[in-house]
């Protein structure tokens, strides 16, 4: 994979939170980087 997710704030809050990333911050880096990450993953299938 080529993706990377980078470190993000966001990402802690959402698994203190017991959120997902897109529920807890959708607009954030982590939700952007594991939706990049997912779009990748689905190329490959």
């Known amino acids: 994979m ?3 997710i980078r470190p993000n ?3 802690v809050e959402a ?3 017991k959120e997902s ?3 807890w ?3 954030s880096a982590g939700a952007q ?3 990049a ?3 990748e993953i689905l190329t490959r299938l």
């Open 2 to 4: 080529n993706t990377t």
């Open 25 to 27: 911050a959708n607009q």
């Open 37 to 39: 990450l997912t779009a």
């Open 15 to 17: 698994q203190i939170e």
């Open 33 to 35: 980087d594991y939706t």
């Open 9 to 11: 704030v966001a990402l």
């Open 21 to 23: 990333i897109f529920t």
